[in-house]
């Protein structure tokens, strides 16, 4: 079976920006406001949580919804 090539990326929709995987319908969704002491703290702070939850995640629990044939 090929590992899955899947990448972090940043995306701009119609009503949405945000961190995507590029392999499935998961985004990433900061749990609560930023924390930390200075801008440089909540930076990485935000920074860890988004990359832990993107390694963590598994894409097969995130489908991407069925186009209909129009």
Not at 9 to 34: D, H, I, K, S
Request: aromatic residues 10%; contains cysteine; glycine residues 8%.
């Amino acid at each position: 079976m090929e590992p899955m090539h899947r990448k972090l990326v940043w995306a701009e929709r119609p009503g949405f920006q945000g961190w995507v995987c590029t392999e499935c319908a998961w985004v990433f969704n900061p749990a609560g406001p930023l924390v930390g002491e200075t801008i440089d703290d909540m930076k990485r702070l935000y920074e860890k949580q988004r990359d832990e939850e993107f390694k963590s995640h598994v894409c097969a629990e995130h489908p991407r919804p069925q186009k209909g044939p129009h």
